[in-house]
């Protein structure tokens, strides 16, 4: 099969295309043929690494997280999955050498989720990272559901941080899905259209004007989460449009990974910072967000593509450091690689 591999960390040239044989599934994992593999930033920050062309923590790493395909081959004891049910995969290469980025994957069988019917592979290639982040972002807060589902969120207004993200996409449609009223900021005119086809009832541009006050001008009486990317960069925003007892959901340190915060307006409205780490976010939330995520998708409630919010940039296997490059240069959208 054609494989995708990286035997030093660095830029995107490391990466090379090589012919690997295909292994059969162990006990407990199954095989999937990669259709589509998604690309995220994670994926070029551990390729990247230190950038001194260090060891990764395998002799050879296949990159990738996210991915969707067929399942080829079945090991002993999976029950759950069999041969030509359509998947989508999530943290395929964590703590294992073997990402997404080949025709051919062995993935631990709880790893790996049945697409409904009619759900392209491009979207399932679009959900492992963004959207179980999402998930986990939106299922934190002191008053609030720990689960997602029609209705989970009724009544309750949620503001995500970069609406035309991949993860603020994903928390658009899982906050809308589950009743939310959603907020969003966003920094430009066409990001504002993306996040509007997500389905956020309320789009500002935080560049150009007051974004505290044009909060709180549409939720007058507060916001009850956050969802955020930025927390360096927006932390008095928060502060400033949140409601007591409100949960903060930090996912990531763009615009700055050091934060120093006024402890008292934050004890006065009884705030709650949640970090959120995927990787380390746990089996149960893990099971928890691919079980809401496939309500939600047979709902049809997560489309990608412009229509929705989320362009999609294709990349043939051979252009695997283009699409890396694309997403470390900030591509607007999902990054996408047709694998077989
Ligand atoms: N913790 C986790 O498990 C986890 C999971 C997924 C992703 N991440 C991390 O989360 C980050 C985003 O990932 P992604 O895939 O969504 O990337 P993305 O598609 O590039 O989206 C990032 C978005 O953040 C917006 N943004 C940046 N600064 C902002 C600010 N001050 N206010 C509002 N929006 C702002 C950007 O737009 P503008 O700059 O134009 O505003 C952009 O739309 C990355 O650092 C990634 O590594 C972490």
């Not at 697409?115 to 979207?123: R, V």
């Not at 909060?215 to 449009?241: F, H, R, S, Y």
Request: charged letters at 20%; proline letters at 6%.
């Amino acid at each position: 099969m054609k494989s995708v591999v990286y035997s030093r960390t660095g830029d995107p040239s490391v990466l090379g295309l090589v012919d690997r044989d295909v292994i059969d599934p162990p006990p407990g994992e199954v095989r999937v043929r990669i259709v589509v593999s998604g690309v995220n930033p994670t994926d070029w920050k551990f390729r990247l690494g230190s950038g001194d062309g260090a060891a990764p923590p395998f002799p050879e790493v296949t990159p990738n997280q996210d991915g969707a395909g067929v399942v080829d081959a079945v090991g002993e004891g999976v029950v759950d999955l069999a041969v030509g049910d359509r998947v989508w995969v999530y943290l395929a290469g964590h703590q294992r050498p073997t990402g997404t980025a080949q025709e051919f994957t062995n993935l631990p069988a709880d790893r790996v989720v049945r697409l409904p019917e009619g759900t392209s592979f491009d979207i399932g290639a679009s959900l492992g990272v963004p959207a179980m982040t999402a998930h986990r972002a939106l299922t934190v807060s002191e008053d609030g559901p720990s689960r997602l589902y029609p209705g989970a969120l009724a009544g309750k207004v949620v503001l995500v941080a970069g609406g035309a993200g991949a993860v603020g996409h994903a928390a658009i449609q899982l906050a809308r899905w589950a009743g939310a009223t959603v907020v969003t900021t966003i920094s430009s005119p066409a990001k504002a259209a993306l996040a509007t086809a997500a389905g956020a009832d309320h789009v500002i541009n935080y560049r150009d004007q007051d974004a505290a006050s044009a909060v709180t001008k549409v939720a007058p009486d507060g916001v009850d989460m956050v969802v955020e990317v930025a927390i360096a960069a927006n932390w008095q925003l928060n502060m400033d449009v949140i409601k007591s007892r409100s949960s903060i959901a930090v996912y990531a340190n763009d615009g700055g990974s050091e934060l120093t915060l006024p402890v008292r307006p934050h004890m006065v409205k009884n705030v709650r910072y949640q970090f959120v780490l995927l990787y380390t976010v746990g089996d149960a939330a893990l099971t928890a967000a691919a079980a809401d995520i496939t309500r939600a998708l047979e709902d049809g409630a997560m489309p990608v593509g412009e229509d929705a919010g989320l362009p999609l940039h294709r990349f043939p296997l051979t252009a695997i450091a283009d699409a890396h490059q694309a997403v470390e240069d900030g591509a607007v959208g999902k990054v996408l690689i047709d694998v077989s």
